[in-house]
């Protein structure tokens, strides 16, 4: 009884200890995790995914232990840090996407595509690619990097901590809901699909060398659909929206110059970008209904780590 006890006031410390999106993250890594034991024969280099899921899952813990006062900034920090593990996750969907469904669905989108649309692979292909073309395209897709980190710093400096949080939150929940969703529904797209498809023959310009050198080392195959780059740059402006309509406004030159561009380098289907967008509204409404309880989570939990460190303080004077 005093075992089971203990084991449950430590569960719930580690639970409390967390944010919402850390939590979001550990129950992605165990879901996937399960898939990857169940789906063992299917998963290529299951064990180094067990692994690094371990792993990653006790620096999330031993993480939340870390007084958040220790250096300038170390909250901050925490708050961003696994962000950068995301392309690990992404990377190791290649596998993934092949666990449950062997084989991929992207036929039968190119044949909606194609009758809905009309558009084929060659998407477009009467405009003339021009360096310069390229080039906005290719700053359009890489401004969605911009929007994640600007709007989290602007959130974080001018309007608080609590919609900080929650935005982090909403980001996380749509990346690990979109990894999900390509777990599910399998597509690879055009540049992978396609063998006359070739991101880089698309000559342009700075922006464009950047994105095929990030493309070069973090490429997935079976996670187009939804496009999760759309996705989550709606996410990132719905939320600007609530504190600044008027960049919001001036923003949507790009936001369609971005939906653009995920086809137009050939790394999705028109299809991707369209649901990509409805599955941020679909999201964002959902993310309303429940701010409320995701903001109290982190209100009640910044009460009781001043109060720990009020404790702290107390003791050592």
Request: with cysteine; glycine share 4%; proline share 3%.
């Amino acid at each position: 009884m005093g075992l089971r006890h203990s084991i449950r006031v430590y569960f719930r410390r580690i639970i409390s200890n967390l944010y919402s999106h850390e939590i979001l993250t550990l129950i992605y890594l165990l879901a996937t995790g399960l898939i990857t034991v169940l789906r063992a024969p299917q998963v290529a280099n299951w064990q180094n995914i067990l692994l690094f899921h371990f792993a990653l899952s006790i620096v999330i813990i031993a993480y939340s232990f870390v007084p958040e006062n220790l250096f300038r900034g170390a909250h901050f920090v925490r708050s961003w840090y696994l962000f950068f593990l995301f392309p690990l996750l992404f990377k190791e969907l290649t596998t993934l996407t092949q666990s449950l469904f062997p084989y991929y669905l992207e036929p039968y989108l190119i044949r909606s595509e194609l009758f809905l649309i009309g558009l084929y692979d060659q998407y477009f292909s009467w405009i003339a690619r021009t360096p310069l073309l390229t080039e906005i395209m290719a700053f359009s897709y890489w401004s969605y990097y911009l929007m994640i980190f600007g709007i989290g710093i602007y959130l974080y400096r001018s309007i608080g901590e609590t919609e900080h949080n929650f935005y982090l939150f909403k980001i996380f929940a749509t990346f690990l809901f979109s990894y999900s969703l390509f777990i599910l529904v399998p597509v690879r797209g055009p540049h992978h699909a396609m063998n006359n498809i070739d991101p880089t023959s698309l000559d342009g310009y700075l922006f464009q060398s950047i994105i095929l050198f990030m493309q070069s080392k973090g490429s997935t195959i079976g996670a187009a659909f939804p496009s999760s780059h759309v996705a989550v740059a709606w996410i990132c402006v719905f939320t600007l929206r609530q504190f600044e309509k008027r960049v919001y406004y001036m923003l949507m030159p790009l936001m369609i110059l971005l939906m653009v561009s995920v086809f137009y380098l050939r790394y999705h289907y028109f299809l991707d970008a369209i649901f990509g967008y409805f599955l941020a509204i679909w999201l964002e409404r959902r993310y309303i209904l429940m701010s409320e309880k995701v903001k109290l989570r982190f209100i009640e939990k910044r009460i009781d780590s001043n109060l720990v460190l009020k404790q702290e303080y107390e003791l050592d004077n």
